[in-house]
């Protein structure tokens, strides 16, 4: 059973910096796995930010960006804002048909 | 504008069945993969099925298999999630989305607002 790992939370300041993380309870996570990420906040529908590991979706901000650190896919977000404020999931794909969402990282911005 | 509109939630026992339809618009239907995805109060998301542009492939999670049944109608533009034995761990908020899926390219690309299933006595 694939388990894919996000930090529970995360706070950060507003204007700073901060990168989720989505790993593989076995394993290294790399470009095959095509990871993507995407923002949810309270009463919405998901929002895709982030796909193919670093390519930003249309309309998304070059404040977010997407890339792999170490055995890990990783979201950054710079100049955090107050509208930043939500829940973020990462997708890897593990094979045909095999989609797996990581547990979500709730992001306060405080 | 892409449009995914979800319909067919509700209050249903256990045991019992919902079809969920997703009416799609804005975009060409047929070449897109196309998965349901949920939901449960407070709880993050699953993926629990997936089906190919002309439907030869399905795909469920494991949670559901056996029991939900997803299919398409290109006619309509418009995939169905069949849900059968449903159970009180079934209640969710149920979204469609649709699916980039080529060689270089995977992930969700536009998602509907959802429809609301609830299972409960």
């Known amino acids: 059973q694939t388990v894919v790992t996000q930090e529970p939370s995360f706070s950060v300041s507003p204007g700073g910096t901060l990168t989720l993380t989505c790993g593989l309870s076995s394993g290294s996570v790399s470009t095959s796995h095509f990871p993507s990420w995407y923002q949810q906040t309270p009463g919405q529908a998901p929002r895709t930010l982030i796909y193919n590991t670093n390519t930003r979706s249309s309309g998304v901000p070059d404040r977010f960006s997407g890339s792999i650190l170490g055995n890990k896919a990783a979201l950054t977000i710079t100049g955090a804002q107050a509208d930043d404020e939500s829940d973020y999931y990462c997708v890897l794909y593990m094979g045909p048909g095999s989609v797996v969402f990581g547990g979500g990282t709730k992001v306060t911005v405080l | 504008e892409v449009q995914l509109l979800e319909s067919g939630g509700g209050l249903v026992q256990p045991g019992g069945s919902l079809r969920l339809s997703c009416a799609a618009s804005g975009f060409t239907f047929s070449s897109f993969v196309m998965s349901w995805v949920r939901q449960a109060p407070g709880k993050g998301l699953e993926c629990v099925s997936i089906?190919?542009?002309?439907?030869?492939?399905?795909y469920y999670a494991d949670s559901v298999k056996g029991r939900f049944t997803i299919s398409r109608d290109n006619s309509k533009n418009t995939v169905y999630l069949q849900m059968n034995g449903l159970r009180a761990d079934d209640t969710a908020l149920y979204y469609c989305?649709?699916?980039?899926?080529?060689?270089?390219?995977?992930?969700?690309?536009?998602w509907g607002q959802g429809t609301l299933v609830t299972v409960s006595s």
């Open positions: 989305a649709s699916r980039v899926t080529t060689v270089t390219t995977k992930y969700f690309q536009h």
């Open positions: 089906i190919g542009t002309n439907a030869a492939n399905t």
